[in-house]
């Protein structure tokens, strides 16, 4: 109990590990140890398997005061005393236990030598496995191997804690959705169970009630240190041995306590590195958490249960079953997956195991309720917002789509695709999966179904899609973890082991060595020097602008650039007006609002603000304003700070101020609105300057299809139809550095065979997604006589849809003579149209940023261009059209999907000895 409130002082005196140390024993060991003392389960379990049967049990123990917590309105810090009571009562009934264990063993003769004695040979072993009594008639080389499997599986264990250790901080994007509830439920006045980024007004069901979640929130308290510190250092440290003790744990229920279970062992950690469970990266998220102890405990006091029938395993099951269906719903359903068949296997094959299976049965179908309840509610919600396989384009579908884990069918329906077992001993497991026909009766219950089921909906058609009816189909490959890989290698394994004699060494050796190439790879990923970036900087600017933003009141909503506000409510505990669209989305009440979200703080960044929406639509407004912005210096958005309250090197923290800009109209510029591209096609013209635009899928193509098949919408000045004398390329002109049309951009992008990729700004810049390209129209004497025609913008999206943010300016003799703006919502394969006006121009200015994704990437920009023969009055060329007189003041009328955009005149930088002549984002 006293590790409860020493934590802080740990920490303070003998540093961060200790505290989480003492705080961890507090937690997740004492309860569950003191409870498996008082239902006797300690005494019938190895030393090996306690550390994760105590961790689960003490989980499970510790929804009681948590739920207390959220019942009664108080903050976290609340658990503290809760939980204390609870241990205390533990305590109090583990002594009355003994007490009484120790007089009614007292009057009897010899009777506390027996207990001893029996609690030694559970822990020994003695299960009759065959492996062991072959084992011993082996010899010396039959323990020289169980010596090196042994140590082979000490070695696994260290290296993939000290890989958790050093990679955890480079993990998967989805850390920050788990430290930002983590955050929101240490700084909450009133512990909460709503989302921690948008409003912080509605619940996700994903995330109602997760005691995983929760509970290192409460270990952070206790600890007295950061959550991030804790998730990123502590906890690979603690799970990872964890993992390995209820993988024991499982493996001796189902195998007995001999070689097969330790070959089982060293089997599924060898496959925690690059295969299905990226274990050293993202072991502390919850799916994989869930997938890796409370379910093998659970399988396991259910195997020992069926076999034994003992009350205690049953007992212990109660809060094994409550730690897993509130850590992860999808996990405990899997879980149900396979103990049900066995079960009923286990029922018809040995009925005098009725009652052990009927009270057994009754817990896990109990804790199955809640699981049931989050699960089809996610379901449901995710169908509300439009996430399905016939929508590509929605973030959730788009981000599990890109991972390639499907496989479409020619005759419709689709499969998980056989890739995702790959790995050498998945391999192996399902090459000798018949070897388990062969084996004991209750092991044949237990290992057939749980093959054969996961492989059936996973690659048998229509099994897979009828289970992603039930779940979700892109969550349809999860059901591979369930399968008992490493219990099928430990089969064969077991096989080779027992026919090898005193050659049994070998077997360890070989399946290490089976995994080195998968290994290989795996760390080479891993280790990417790129990944490096993903890493909260230890200090400097980035850390106090946090520590800025963390100031600010609880209710406070930043705006900032997308991969920067994803990280924000972990690190701050304050709410943003969007993150990254997928995150946006699935947070907000619906995909219109989260869109919404995303256009406002596009507009906000790009210094377009009052943007799209605002004049026609009245719920516009109704996703709430950023009362503060975290920005770049200078940038476009620095125009709406008010009052500055941080500023460092990349970082400014000011407050919201949309009335401190003259967003006034101004002759020469307005910002327009559109879906999809303007009338014309991307192959107007005659001749083309360079190479052409021939590379594939690239913006000819896009050009062509968009034309064909996406809504008309008018161009940024609706121009006539014109055959252009030149088509100048710009993928062209970067690549083959043009005199007569020199080109460049910034940041400079990258070139592919087939599009243009602009360096993301990176997870802990403030900047946003954008580039400026300029091309001179001509040079030496031809300067000026050009007139540009149309522009032809051909985004690079994959399956995204993005909303472009376009603005375009011709300059003649270094003023600027036009500039005007656009917002174009653009689906994959579309290109988006502009017209300019019809004057004589020697530069175009071409600013485009991304208002959904965090990157520029665009097949080719192109450009319609026409000479001005020698002699032509300037007057006639403005002429033609009419477009050249035409000025801002006047809306584009809204159409079926969008509305008018209000005017907002050419807006100019505010920072400090910026020249007023340029318009924001075109400065040199």
Known sequence: MAGLWTGPIAASMAGPYAAALVAAFALFGAPGWLFCDITGLKQRI??????????????????????????????????????????????????????????????????????????????????????????????????????????????????????????????????????????????????????????????????????????????????????????????????????????????????????????????????????????????????????????????????????????????????????????????????????????????????????????????????????????????ALMAESGAKLESPNHPVVRIHQNRDRLLDLVGGGYIVDPRLIRHPLCLLALAFSFLAFKRPRHQRNYLIPATVIPLAFSFVPPLPAIAGQLILPWMVYRLLWMLPFAALVAVAAERAWLALGKGAWLVPLVLALLTVPTMKESIELRTNPWRSRLALPSRGAVRDAFRAVAELPHDSIIAAAPELSERIPALSGRHVLAATDRTTIVFSSSRQRGETRLRTRAAIMNGLWPGPYKASR?????????????????????????????????????????????????????????????????????????????????????????????????????????????????????????????????????????????PRPGPWSAAIPRTLCSIGLGRGDTRGHYIVRRITVSPFLGRAVDEMLVSIALESGGVEIWSESAIRRAAPEDALDFGTASAPADKLKINIASGFLPFVKLYDIEIGIDRIKPGTPTATLGAEDGNATRRAGGHLEPDDDMASVEATGKHRSVEPGASTGKQAGYSD
């Not at 903050?75 to 583990?94: D, Q």
């Not at 993988?247 to 496959?271: D, E, K, P, Q």
């Not at 000819?700 to 390329?729: C, M, V, W, Y």
């Open 46 to 379: 190895s030393r090996l398997e306690a550390p994760a049967l105590y961790f689960t049990c003490s989980l499970g123990l510790l929804v009681v005061p948590l739920c207390l917590v959220l019942a009664t309105g108080g903050s976290l810090s609340t658990a503290v005393p809760y939980t204390a009571m609870g241990i205390a009562t533990l305590t109090g009934a583990s002594l009355a236990t003994g007490a009484w264990k120790q007089w009614r063993s007292s009057g009897k003769a010899g009777s506390a030598r027996t207990p001893q004695t029996t609690a030694g040979q559970q822990r020994s072993g003695g299960t009759g496995d065959p492996a062991t009594a072959q084992q011993e008639s082996n010899g010396r080389g039959s323990r020289l191997g169980l010596l090196l499997l042994l140590a082979l599986t000490g070695l696994l264990l260290i290296a993939l804690a000290y890989a958790g250790w050093k990679i955890t901080t480079t993990g998967s994007i989805d850390r920050w959705w788990y430290l930002a509830y983590i955050r929101s439920y240490l700084s909450a006045p009133v512990l909460h169970l709503n989302e921690p980024f948008l409003t912080g007004q509605s619940v996700s069901p994903r995330f109602a009630f997760s005691s995983w979640l929760l509970s290192l929130a409460l270990w952070s308290h206790c600890a007295g240190v950061d959550p991030i510190w804790l998730y990123e250092r502590a906890c690979p440290l603690l799970l990872t041995p964890l993992a390995f003790s209820a993988a024991l744990l499982s493996a001796n229920a189902l195998f007995g306590r001999g070689v097969a279970a330790r070959l089982a062992v060293l089997a599924g950690g060898l496959l925690w590195v690059g295969s299905l469970l990226p274990v050293p990266a993202r072991l502390p998220e919850d799916k994989l958490f869930a997938a890796l102890i409370p379910a093998p405990v659970v399988i396991g006091l259910f195997l020992y249960g069926v076999r034994r029938g003992a009350r205690p395993w049953i007992a212990a099951l109660l809060p094994a079953a409550a730690a897993l269906a509130t850590s992860h719903a999808l996990v405990y359903a899997f879980t149900l997956l396979v103990l049900g068949p066995y079960a009923l296997l286990s029922l018809a094959t040995g009925p005098r195991r009725v009652r052990s299976l009927a009270a057994l049965s009754v817990v896990i179908a109990l804790g199955a309720t809640y699981p049931a309840y989050t699960g089809f509610a996610t379901r």
């Open 618 to 758: 009245p719920d516009y407004l109704k996703t709430g304003l950023p009362t503060h912005l975290l920005i770049e210096p200078g940038s476009p958005a620095a125009r709406y700070c008010g009052r500055s309250l941080f500023r460092e090197e990349d970082f400014e923290l000011c407050t919201f101020a949309p009335d401190a800009s003259d967003n006034r109209d101004r002759a020469g510029s307005r910002i327009r609105s559109g879906i999809g591209n303007g009338a014309g096609s991307a192959n107007d013209g005659r001749t083309s300057a360079g190479a052409g635009s021939n590379r594939g899928t690239g913006a000819g193509t896009a050009g062509n299809k968009a034309a064909g098949n996406s809504k008309q919408t008018p161009p940024l000045i609706d121009s006539p139809g014109h055959d252009f004398e030149i088509r100048l390329s710009l993928y062209d002109l970067l690549e083959h550095d043009s005199e007569e049309f020199p080109a460049s951009c910034r940041p400079k992008p990258a070139m592919s065979p087939s599009h243009l990729t602009w």
